[in-house]
């Protein structure tokens, strides 16, 4: 049965919203690879999705909210390491 919550919405002005369950189809990895040699790793893992009650946006979609957290991975080249170097870890696609 789905929840009913009064959020904060973008403008912080409040908004009834309906929380929805889910499950994760796909979630992949955003690379960045720093001038100094370092490769950051980033994903975005939703913990909580909200449908916001009547609001839509320009096309006529219903507007949602997302909580999410941050998992981020750095994979830094040997000399800027502190202390002995680690063993990489296996890039995957």
Request: no cysteine.
């Amino acid at each position: 049965m789905a929840r009913k919550r009064t959020l904060k919405g973008p403008d912080g002005s409040p908004v009834e919203a309906t929380e929805l369950s889910f499950q994760s189809t796909r979630e992949y990895w955003n690379e960045y690879l720093l001038d100094d040699g370092t490769v950051l790793r980033l994903k975005a893992v939703a913990t909580e999705i909200f449908r916001i009650e009547g609001k839509y946006d320009q096309e006529g979609n219903p507007m949602y909210l997302l909580k999410s957290q941050n998992v981020i991975v750095v994979s830094a080249p040997d000399q800027l390491r502190q202390g002995p170097p680690r063993p990489r870890l296996e890039q995957t696609p």
